[in-house]
Structures are given as structure tokens and as C-alpha cells.
């Protein structure tokens, strides 16, 4: 059957060439074709989901044949889709037609129909597309629904006890009648001329095959760990990594061995119908074999490599041999199903010979869960090293609370005659606690092959590597669980079709594929821009005369408007059409304003100090109190480094609204002002001039203008005198400060100049009465004195009131 696409895609060919005025109102004769072979299809479907009465097999033949149909109109509806737009752009400037009477003139009429008649040729087939593509959607979701319908029904429905006696004799008749048929079959075939003829014929490859075989199953295991030990020598010996390959090699060439046996045995011809249908699960079933003993030797390996702290090797080897009963219990459970199949048993037989599986089942997996919880109750007291084993913990306590639920479920639902229900809660238990298992090994097995890469070691395995790789094989592994608890390969590939065409969010439509080229785009321009960034900082930047607080400025609005530019290129190439959302946009942003406006009020700030500059990287500000170095201006806040080397995180709005004094703002130039007091009586003009001396001495003090020396005032127990001097750079200040004062301390003594410090004289009031009056033996002890600061362990807490803000530290 040819494809509807390469039919619309012809007629819009034929119709891009065809005279103005010829519409293409009609199919040609093949899509007619196509078209009525979809109405039968779809009439015979709406039919049958009407009746209801098909069997799901057939239901699942029918849906598929519908979902080819269906894809091809999904091709179809969207085809053209560029030539459409182009077409009705050109339309659309001719201007509207004449709606007063009058005729447009003739070669723009021409004109206009020729466009219009291409037009309409293009929209049928994808009008019609559209139709049938709705139609088949609609009926492939009615046949889902049929089917989940019964699945749910037979998963509920209950059938006969299994701990009814009176259906113990009759199973046991059908299993020996099913093992008689089956070797009377096979009997049957050995004494059958054709067979033995078909044996001669076929002996040497049959020969062959054993051998290879047996040797494949005898030295499989023997050949593997050689093979390790040599991959071991091109390196990565202790990384684990060829130990795991080794491993795989452990399980494939033995089940390769297996097939082989198998095949030889198909060969022979000797099977009949029940042995060709048992043999052929033969390979699946050594697959689970082989597996679930692969899954316990690596469960060993890991408690070895951890030196058995966390369980006993004894404990190990148990679990070990109660996983391998796991894979023979899926087997058995495989079995009946498949005895089901063959010998159309009754539900009574069926539920009898499950039960015991079910029993056996759910007793491994309380036996298991007990192993675990008395080991974690021993390792209660240890404490989790890291934050990725107390996430692991709370997985083995959710599974163990899982198992022992499933544990005690799954028998009562099968005494009560629920077989299906039971069934379909223990069996996929299992598989999925050996998925989980089976995930964890191979992100080991990833960590460590990265270990040995990236030369991390162990390491790794704690790494973010480590974690993203786990992250990805859960998402992988979903399909695989959904399958194992019911769901249908046709609702996995439903959901992934539905996924693939994308979700509308207010007329805009997101799919994987649209997403993943917004990302791409986006990651591109976004490295890009820092490339250019850090050319900018490290390359071009550093040779022009601009200030580094230019140059980061620059370098910071470079990487905003490119990260702008990023997205607006990204949101281009996706495809995304964000005109349907500016009504919303509209709506939104009026509570993005009210509830974000300090956010963007600082963004703005931020802004403006980048464009204007007031303050840079670098300067020495005081806003607010803080004062401090600034070392990082972002688009939100700046970063001050105050003078104990603490930072100080400042919105920029309060740098833009409030008052900031930078003292270093264009230039370093600042003054610095020492206070200095003499005593009474000393000639203040020998202060003067000996203070100026001072003042020009120092190296760090300019000479034009030149320093000055004030005579304050008279203070209360001093002549108040002032330096006043412009330092070449302000952040030198202190240090300038504590030069003068040495200078000034020295100078003054050797002049003979007296610097007065504070004096109080005590005077006592009838000082007669308090050495006439005797002691009485009531009074207390006199307290001795003793310094403020005795018996304190540490010194005493200042506070800004402790600070005088006369002393001259203000610059």
C-alpha cells in the first residue's frame, strides 16, 4: 500500500504548476484509492469496537493497521506547511478584495486567483488529513480502552481455590496427561522413518553444535576469567571495570552454549508440537538462569570489595541461593502459563498448579527481606559516610517494606481464588527487585570505567558523573517496569507518539524535538558568549587605558546581552510562535510586578550602575554604615569586603537610591586629619611649627596643596591642635595616621612639650567622722581592690558606644 504522504506531496506538486482558476477540489484517482481503503478500514474498526466481541489478539492486529494509517495522515497534515505560509503572505499583500462594487483590476484579479487556486490545492489533502487523522486517534483510543477494560476485568476476576481439595485430583490428571502427550509425541517422532532420515541427514551439524556446546557450558566460565586476566594487563587493574566485563562473559558463552544445544535438538526433529513450543522458551529460561546467578556472584563481589562490613560472606552466599530459586520460580511460573496454553486447561488446574509457585515465591522474598532487616539492625549505630548512601538506605528500607507487604498479599490473594491478582503482584516484584539490583551494578560498573578514564578512582563513585549516571537509568529503565507490571507495548509506544508531537501551552506547541534545539541553541550562544567574555577580560580589555571598573563593566554586560541574544536565537531556530502568548505574558507580568518589584528593582539598579558608573570595582565606599572595598558588582547585589575581611552583600537599589560616599571615586587622593593636644602654657606656635614639620616630612603627604595645622580650640584639659594633610593614596591612611603620631610623640619629648592626659581630684566631706567611727564587728570585710578585668577569661566586649567618634579617625 503506497503512503498517503508521497500521494499529497505529488498533488501539491501538480497543483504549484497548474493554470489560475484550476482548484484541485478533489482527491486524484490514487489517493481516492487510499482514502476509500481507510473509510473500509475505519468502518470495519468502528463495527467491531461496537460489538465488542473480538478477541484482543485481534483487537491488537486491528489498532495496528489503524496506527499505519494513522502515521501516514500525521505525515500529510503537517506537509506543505512552509508553501502554505508563503501563499497567504503573498495573498495577504494584495490587500483585501473590493467590498464596495468595484472591480480590482484585472491583472491583480488574475493574479490573486492563481495564488488562491495553488492555495486551495495545497489545503485538501491536509484538510482531509486532518479528518482522518482524528478519526484513527479516536478509534485507536476506544480499542485501548476495550482492552484495559478486560485486562482489568480478568486481573479482578475470581476463579476457583486452590486449597480446595476436590481440585487436586483432576490437576494431577492434567499434568500427567500433559506429560504423556508430551512424550508420546516425541516417542512417536523417534520411530518416524522422515525423523531418522532427517537425523542421518543433518548428523554432522548436529555433531557440531553439541560439541560446541558442551565445550561452550564445560570451559565458558574458565575461558572468561582468562580473558579477564588478560584484558587486565592493558590496564586498570584494580579498577573492577574487567572484572565486570569478565563477568558478562560468565553468563553469555554458557547460555550461548545452551542455544546451541537447543538448535541441535530442534534439528534432530524428534520435538512435536510440545516439545517444538517447550523447547523454544529453553534459551529464555537458561537467559533467567544465568541472570539471576549473575546478580548474586556481583551482590558477593561488592560486599568483598567492602570487606564484608555491611553483611557476612555467610549471609551473602545465602542470599545468593535464594535469588537463584527466584529464577527457578519465574521459570515454573513461565511453565504453567505456557501449560495453560498448550493443554486449554480448566481455571481449577490452572490455580492449583500456580499456588504453589505463588507460596514459594513470596516465602523467598520474606526470607530475603528478613536477611536484610537483621543485618541493617546490627549497622543501626554507624552513621551514613555521605549523603548518596543514606539515599541508597532509604531504597533497600522502601524494597524491604515492599517485600515483606508483597510477602503476606500474594498467598491470601491466591487463597481466596484471585490467582491472576496474585500473579500480577508477586512476579513483577521480583523482576523488579532484580532490575533495581542489576541498575545498581551497572552504575558501579559506569563509575568505575569513568574512574579509570578521568583517573579518579574510587572517587568517582561518589561524583556528580556518578549521580547523572544513575538518574539516566532510571528514566531508561521506566519502560521496562511498566512493562513488567502490566502495561501494553502499544501504550508505551501511544505514550511516546503522544510525547514526540508535543503538548500545546497556550497556543504554543513544546515537543522533545523543538525543546532539545532550544537547548542546543541556547548552550551554544550561551558558551559562546563566555568565550567572548573571557577574551575580552584576558585579552583585549587588559591593553586599553579603560579603569578595571570599566572593564568589568563591559565584560558583564557583554555576557548579559549575549546570554539575551542566546535565547531570542534559540526561541527562533525551536520554532516557537510566543505571539499567542503575549496576551498572557501581558497578564502575568502585572503579578510578576507587584510580587518580584524588589527584584527588579534591583536588576534595574544594577543596570544603571553598569552603564553609569558611579561606583567600580575596586573603589573604597561607605553606604550605609558599611564600609569596605567593592569586589563584585552582579546584576542583583554588590559584594563589599569590609576592612575585617568580611563581605557585606548589598542591594543595588540601596546603592542607587541611598547615599554612598566613595573615597576613591576617579582618583586615590584623600586627606587625613590627626587631632593632637598639648598642655597649658605651651607656646602654640612652636606646636604649630614643629606639627608642620611633620605634616611635610612624611612621604605619603602632597605638597600642593600643602598640609595645614589648625589650633582648634582650648578643650577642657587641653590645647586642641589638628594635621590636616592630602595623601597621595587614601587607602594609606592609617598607616599615615600611626607614622605622625610616632613622629609627633618623639618630636614632643625631645622639645620638652608635655601632652596632657585626663586628672581627677578626689575630695571627701567630713573626712573626721569616717576616722573616729570604730569598725563593728557587723560591718563587712573591706573589699580589696582589684583590676575591672580580674578573674575574667576573656576580654571584654566593646561596643560602637565604647568608640569616640572625636578622635580624628573619620577621613
Known sequence: MGRLVRLFLAVAAVATIAMAGTAWAQLSDRQSEYYKGWISTADRAESVIEANRASNASLENLRSEINDYREDFNTARRANTDRIQTLESQIKALGPKPDDGTDEPEDIAKLRSHLEAQLNSLRVPRIISEEAYSRANGLISEIDQIIRTRQKKELLKRGPSPINPIYWGPAWSDIKEAARGLANETAENLRSDTVREQVRERALAIVVLVVVAAILLVYGKRWSERAGDYLRRIGGQGSGVWTFVASL????????????LVTAVVLTGVLGV?????????????????????????????????????????????????????????????????????????????????????????????????????????????????SRAAGFSQLVEFLRRALFVLGIVSPILAVFGYTNAAEAVVFPAVKTLVLIAALVILQRFVSQLYGWVSGQGDAARDSLFSVLVGFV???????????????????????????????????????????????AVFAIGYMLTRLLQSGLRNSLLPKTSIDPGGQNAIVAGTGYVGIFLAALAAIMVAGFDLSSLAIVAGALSVGIGFGLQTIVSNFVSGIILLVERPISKGDWIDVNGKMGYVRDISVRSTRIETFDRTDVIVPNSDLISGVVTNYTRGNTVGRVIVPVGVAYGTDTRRVEKILGEIANSHPMVLANPAPSVVFQGFGADSLDFEIRAILRDVNWVLSVKSDMNHEINKRFVEEGIEIPFAQRDLWLRNPEVLKDRPQQPSDPEPAVSAPDNAGQSHPADLTEADLDSDAGDEV
Not at 319 to 327: E, G, N, S, T
Not at 505 to 511: A, E, L, M, N, R
Open 249 to 260: 562473559f560468565r553468563i553469555f558463552l554458557p547460555w550461548l552454549g545452551v542455544t546451541l
Open 274 to 386: 510440545r516439545g517444538s513450543l517447550l523447547f523454544q522458551d529453553i534459551p529464555y529460561w537458561a537467559a533467567i538462569i544465568f541472570y539471576f546467578d549473575w546478580i548474586g556472584r556481583q551482590i558477593f563481589l561488592f560486599g568483598a570489595a567492602q570487606n564484608f562490613q555491611k553483611i557476612s560472606a555467610k549471609k551473602i552466599t545465602e542470599l545468593r541461593v535464594y535469588i537463584d530459586l527466584l529464577a527457578f520460580m519465574l521459570i515454573f511460573h513461565e511453565l504453567a502459563i505456557l501449560f495453560e496454553q498448550i493443554e486449554n486447561i480448566p481455571n481449577a488446574t490452572r490455580a492449583v498448579v500456580s499456588f504453589p509457585i505463588i507460596i514459594g515465591t513470596s516465602l523467598l522474598l520474606l526470607r530475603i527481606r528478613q536477611i536484610r532487616s537483621k543485618e541493617q539492625a546490627s549497622d543501626q549505630p554507624e552513621q551514613a559516610s555521605s
Open 473 to 519: 537509568l532510571a528514566i531508561l529503565s521506566l519502560p521496562i517496569l511498566a512493562i513488567y507490571w502490566g502495561a501494553r507495548e502499544t501504550d508505551l509506544s501511544e505514550a511516546w507518539s503522544r510525547l514526540l508531537l508535543g503538548f500545546d501551552i497556550g497556543g504554543v506547541t513544546i515537543s522533545p524535538s523543538n525543546f532539545l534545539t532550544f537547548v
